[in-house]
């Protein structure tokens, strides 16, 4: 009899040692999936990151080379403009006895302390 209980006891704890084990199994194996998921998921956000840092690279290169060709193109022709050209163009020389400025008066008083001791 003592066999008996001794086998029924040994088959059940087989069965539960068997459900352990499995669901370790499906952990650990749900764990790996979701850590390959993600090492692919920052792998290519990382992949995507360094291609479009590249893009925006050769785009400041082409627009500091722009910029350079416009700042040559303003000297070379800010060395063009005189006194001639700017008449051509309708400008005039300002005369100074017929110059005016715009000024107010102030209306708040303004108080000043002195620190000195």
């Known amino acids: 009899?003592?066999?008996q209980k001794i086998v029924e006891y040994a088959g059940h704890a087989n069965i539960i040692n068997n459900n352990i084990e499995k669901r370790l199994f499906y952990t650990f194996s749900s764990i790996f999936v979701i850590s390959l998921l993600s090492y692919g998921v920052f792998l290519s956000s990382i992949v995507f990151n360094i291609v479009a840092r590249k893009n925006i690279e050769n785009e400041s290169r082409l627009l500091s080379?722009?910029?350079g060709q416009l700042e040559l193109?303003?000297?070379s022709l800010s060395g063009k403009v005189d006194m001639q050209l700017a008449q051509s163009l309708g400008f005039n020389e300002v005369?100074?006895?017929n110059s005016h400025f715009a000024s107010r008066k102030t209306?708040?008083?303004s108080v000043a302390f002195n620190n000195e001791q």
């Open 1 to 3: 009899m003592t066999i």
């Open 65 to 67: 080379s722009k910029i």
């Open 73 to 75: 193109e303003y000297l």
């Open 95 to 97: 005369i100074k006895t």
């Open 107 to 109: 209306t708040t008083k």
